[in-house]
């Protein structure tokens, strides 16, 4: 991640230095395309930093079990809730 870090870093700088005297005279204008993938890139950037620091850091690490641990209890409390309407019988035996 730090070397993809820094790509878009000399993306960035060579953006800064050289963007608008980038002459083109395709009617795509492939200077927007780079542009769009460069910010496309840090955002993938950023949310990857985000998922490693919320899977790792202590208090993200507990938020990421709760939401285990939530959806395991739905999942339980549908099948018991299934149990206890008294029909044991699955749609293969009906």
Not at 12 to 36: D, H, S
Request: hydrophobic share 40%; proline share 2%; with cysteine.
């Amino acid at each position: 991640m730090i070397i993809e870090g820094g790509w878009l870093s000399a993306g960035v700088a060579w953006f800064v230095r050289n963007y608008f005297t980038c002459k083109t005279i395709n009617p795509m204008n492939p200077k927007e395309t780079v542009l769009g993938m460069v910010v496309c890139n840090w955002c993938i950037l950023f949310s990857v930093l985000i998922t490693v620091w919320c899977t790792y850091e202590a208090a993200g690490r507990s938020w990421v079990k709760m939401k285990q641990y939530q959806r395991s209890m739905r999942e339980s409390e549908s099948k018991f809730q299934y149990k206890r309407s008294g029909s044991t019988r699955n749609w293969r035996q009906r």
